[in-house]
């Protein structure tokens, strides 16, 4: 066992454990932000910089503090290490600079992005990053890739967090896609305009932290707060069968896995559910899907799903309003 | 004449060859070290040697090579980096073309002082000339018994391969370089694990540089104490130093460190002076990566004292008024060069070999060419020569691997020491023009 204390609060966990895990069981307030770590997938982590932490103090044994920044989704915990996340002004400088890196090519076309609402991105830039740009050069861009008939790539969104090349390589059986090129030219791309097919391909679209995966059975029906997501299962043969389908009225518009607090798949989906099983009537429902209250999603809570009798409209946000109405 | 020990016999005619490397005291190592040594024994004597690596980190080799995991069962790897692409360096490329065979001894004894089963020379692949000479050199050593199973008689066996690269900066860094010589895209590793613990293909490894691996030749030849008795306090024995720009005699040097940097640089023994008798503006000391210093800064210390070749005499005074020996790449800019010019082409090359994996390099050194490339333009501002700053410090010491300091550290010691030369750019940047590639950008500042 070993003994942390991030920003203060200190906490007992396992030998092995990452400073990012450590930090995400004493809860959200102390938990660095994270853009390419996947705590399903292994190995992930470590490429976008922006859980960043200072270690004050290396362990009991050898108390000298590291010398630079680490990553904490890839560095163990070590007995009576002390770590600085938000109460380092390192720390906060340091992620303001990679918020501002990882936006320097991004196309900021939020308003016509499926992925806006539910982006980590752009909940990144909001928490962290600073509020101009401070740059006026014209952006990197690419041409739209279809990787078939189900997912859609656009790489001028990509941020090389490298999760779907993880997927690909510990969920399905046959990688055909990876990271062509190099530097700030890299790009996510099948071997040449392949297809990605396979039972558990979908699963890219929920690991994507951006618009650069999308699901082409939901792009532009509808924008993410819109929808409601309800907890849901079934039988499969493939997979748990565990998911959120995402309501607008009756409608089931898509299927997703279900995500964790920190906006991770918890367990893998297969295809069939995720793109063939759009009916109420291929699920059992378990029940409305817990939101974060901060996210835009809760915008449009359940209530709405109420009767219109039992409506007051005090109660509601005006979003609401129309939306409850209007279903 | 200054000591020389791995280019000793560089003038013998046919060198390059076994047989006349033989005759010049070849292989006495490999011979020493099998028949009368253990391996630990080498590695003590390299470690008592003061060896340091001579890639550019220069972390000591003897200290390196203990921390080398000895699991039962497993075997282990010797790599030589020979990925030689630091813009200025080019002493390896020259040891190695001249005398291939050190290398190959160096590797040798190396291997058995590690007990590794294979040893790899990852070479890049600009030097596809050299493939050919070392292949020569490693067939001829098989013929002669010092390649292959139990060598010399002594029951060590030991195979030595050359893997060319594709030419990519990148693959110079250790874990990137492990990662190609296993056959996958070159990217550094996030580490821990080092690969002393976890190296090519999850083996324990050694990864070190050519002139590394040849050094240990004449430290085991003559003893560790004769090596550390050469050079200055922790700098010790020589180093080669490629020695560039406006100089009368460009070319590789060997040095004994200690030896005083004006020296090298106006001596007729090694630089010979500055060309057309100009006057010497500033000097990159240790390959493009290191901090670019002026005149007065490079030839004394903050103390006053003349700065000296040597591991600490350069770092003296930190990143503040110091640089670093880094892998010897000396490059000499006369009064005509032009410091922005000079950084503009260094942040281009960095832009160009980023691997992609990290955001604040992938996006970081595009950025600072742009802004450069913008400056020089005549189309820059002040706020351009601050933000260049920010982003170097958002850039330094965030990265996975070291390309990002190498980066960052021109443009910062750039814009420390020649902020003015950067404002000329901003604020005139008519006069610039016209004088941009004829005349003396100093002469402007001054004026």
Redesign the interface.
Known sequence: MAKVTIDGKTIEVADGTTILQAARMIGPDVAPPTMCYHSKLKTSG????TC?VEVTKGSEKDPRPMP??V?SC?TNVMDGMEVGNLTSPKVI??R???V???L??HPLDCPICDQAGECHLQDLGYEHGSAKT??D?ERRTFEKISLGDKIQLHMTRC??CYRCVKVADQITDNRVH??L??????EISTYIENVIDNDFSGNVIDVCPVGALTDKTFRFKSRVWFTKPVCAHRNCDKCSGKVHLWYKGEEVLRVTGRKDQWGEVEEFICNTCRFDKKKTSDWEIDGPAPVNRHSVISANHYQVLKKGSEFKLNDVKPLSITEGEGS | MGKKLLLANDHVPGIKGFEVYRANGGYKSVEKAVKTMSPDAVVEEVKKSGLRGRGGAGFPTGMKWSFLAKPEGVARYLVCNADESEPGTFKDRYLMSRIPHILVEGMITSGFALGATAGYIYIRGEYFYIVSILEKAIEEAYANGFLGKNILGSGFNYDLYVHVGAG?Y?CGEETALLESLEGK?GNPR?KPPFPAIAGLYGCPTVVNNVETIAAVVPIINDGGEAYAAVGIGKSAGTKLISASGHINKPGVYEIEMGITVEDFIYSDEYCGGIKNGKKLKAVVAGGSSVPILPADKILTTPSGEKRLMSYESLADGGFASGTMLGSGGFIVMDETASVVENLHTFARFY??????????C??????ME?ILHKILDGHGTVEDIE?LW??Q???E????CPLGDAAAWPVASAIRHFRSEFEEYVKNPNNLKKVRHYDSVNQLVSA
Do not use: M
């Open positions: 470590g490429y976008c910089r960043l630079k920044l990553a890839r400088e340091a303001k600079g990679v501002e890196f990882l320097l090519n401070r740059t050069f941020i090389l990876g990271v090129n190099r530097g700030d030219h890299s | 990519a990148i895209r996030i832009h160009h070999e980023s691997c992609g994996q990290c955001s604040p992938r996006e970081g050194t595009g950025w742009k933000l920010e982003i410090s958002k850039i010491g965030n990265t996975i």
